[in-house]
Every structure is written in structure tokens, then in C-alpha cells.
């Protein structure tokens, strides 16, 4: 199936990490770091994490939100959601198919 928004190209793991991290709200880099790690089990050097929110802000799907603060947080863009939106539901198709075709049942052994 041809994605709709080419835009897209190669979707990286941390990308699609940052853009759920920020779903729920704005996080600074830190944070988002922790939530990650929290929800994935993901460990990212703040190297990658920081390389990921070049290419996202420089792509336009996510911003950085104005504040007196040090630390620099970021917010997800409506262009980000529908990206993500996007990479969810073929997410959701690749493990449907994977699980179809392996006959996997989650939660059995």
C-alpha cells in the first residue's frame, strides 16, 4: 500500500519515539528521554535523541515552544500527528499481517 504523504520516506525508530513522547504534550529533551526509556524500554544518548529533533523540527513536525527556561522543549506540530498517525496504522498492518501469518496469539507462551 503507497503511503499518502511521501514526505515520509525512511521513518526511523527514534522519530516515531520523539513523535509519541510529545503526543501527550510538550516535553524538553531530557523528559522525553525518560518517557521513552518509560514506555519503550529504549535507552537514546542524548546525541540521537537531539539528531531526531533536527530532522522532525526541520521537517515541520515538530517546533520548539518559546520559554525563559534553559532547557528547550518541544511540541508536536498537526503535521506531526498526521505523520504519526500514518506510521501508526502501518505499523498496526505489519504486525496484523505478522501475527496472521504466524498464527502468534498474544498472551500465550
Keep these: ?4 504523504n511521501q514526505e515520509l520516506g525512511r521513518f ?4 516515531l519515539l520523539v513523535l509519541i513522547s510529545l503526543a501527550d504534550g510538550q516535553k524538553h529533551g531530557y ?6 526509556e518509560e514506555f519503550s524500554g529504549t535507552s537514546l544518548e542524548p546525541g540521537t535523541l537531539y539528531g531526531a529533533l533536527m530532522r522532525l523540527e526541520e521537517r515541520g513536525w515538530i517546533e520548539p515552544v ?3 527556561e ?5 511540541r508536536i506540530t498537526e503535521g506531526g500527528r498526521d505523520a504519526l498517525r500514518e506510521q501508526l496504522a502501518t505499523l498496526r498492518r505489519i504486525e496484523q499481517t505478522g501475527v496472521r501469518r504466524t498464527g502468534l496469539v498474544w498472551g500465550v507462551s
Design 70 to 74: 534553559r532547557r528547550k522543549p518541544y
Design 66 to 68: 518559546e520559554t525563559a
Design 31 to 36: 523528559r522525553m528521554i525518560g518517557d521513552i
Design 12 to 15: 526511523t525508530d527514534v522519530a
Design 1 to 4: 500500500m503507497a503511503r499518502k
